[in-house]
């Protein structure tokens, strides 16, 4: 399902967050957000998934205006995994992961055979099974995170958001994490840092600084030392990757402006 952000503006508090943001993220590519902090990144996302509605523009879900459906609507079509994805009580790991089914049940109840499947096999996925009787309080920061993108594919969306989903990764599942987003199928827009990460895992790139969209392209399109230079304020050389040829940066320490 296509996602496109058509005039998005956020104003709080007299500020601009996010000024006239026009993105579009085509049916099954993952796109992803980089700028500097404070760019709007974060902000652009929560109109997304609406914990924040815009002060002007729209999020389009294929046809339909976002903000045209209801939440169990929209819960049904977007899943999120936000920064701030705490757990305030301490279920269990399965627990969490099945809170994704709650869009499509009503009331309380019980999840059928097929659900039960649907959670063990994105724990498995996320190499969470062996912590499904574990209380998610007791985690590492990094064990909790792949908890909550357990729980957001459990959620069976069209379109996945994602807001720094690497933070407290080892490597070894930060490569997993990417690499499962490439091979979902899914729609995905998100939010990274690390432009190398984002090179890889990404099929298009928008670039943010100040709210406003600077450019949008592939890796290879967006990511020249000259755009590095003047939006994150660093000198890099790109060299190729030698296996995928993509796009990744060298940094030079020191040279930062």
């Not at 659900?115 to 996925?125: D, K, P, S, W």
């Not at 967006?222 to 660093?234: H, K, M, Q, S």
């Amino acid at each position: 399902m296509d996602l496109r952000l058509d005039g998005l503006s956020v104003v709080t508090d007299g500020k601009s967050l996010v000024r006239g943001l026009s993105l579009d993220v085509p049916d099954g590519q993952v796109v992803g957000l980089v700028g500097p902090n404070g760019s709007g990144k974060s902000t652009a996302l929560r109109c997304v998934y609406r914990a924040l509605r815009p002060s002007s523009g729209t999020v389009w879900v294929g046809e339909r205006d976002l903000a045209r459906l209801s939440l169990r609507q929209s819960a049904r079509t977007i899943a999120a995994m936000t920064q701030d994805g705490a757990v305030d009580f301490d279920f269990t790991v399965e627990e969490v992961v099945a809170l994704g089914r709650a869009p499509h049940l009503q009331g309380n109840q019980a999840l059928s055979g097929r659900e039960r499947g649907l959670c063990e096999r994105a724990m498995h996925q996320l190499d969470i099974g062996h912590l499904a009787q574990r209380g998610v309080l007791t985690l590492s920061g990094g064990e909790r995170q792949r908890v909550l993108l357990a729980r957001a594919l459990v959620q069976e969306p069209s379109i996945l958001i994602l807001d720094e989903p690497t933070n407290h990764l080892d490597v070894r599942h930060q490569v997993e994490l990417l690499s499962l987003l490439r091979g979902s199928g899914l729609t995905v827009l998100v939010v990274l840092h690390d432009l190398n990460l984002a090179a890889a895992a990404c099929d298009r790139l928008g670039v943010l600084a100040g709210g406003r969209l600077v450019t949008s392209g592939t890796p290879a399109d967006v990511l020249t030392p000259e755009l590095v230079a003047d939006v994150f304020g660093v000198t890099a050389t790109v060299v190729p990757h030698p296996l995928t040829g993509g796009p990744q940066l060298l940094y030079s320490l020191g040279s930062s402006r």
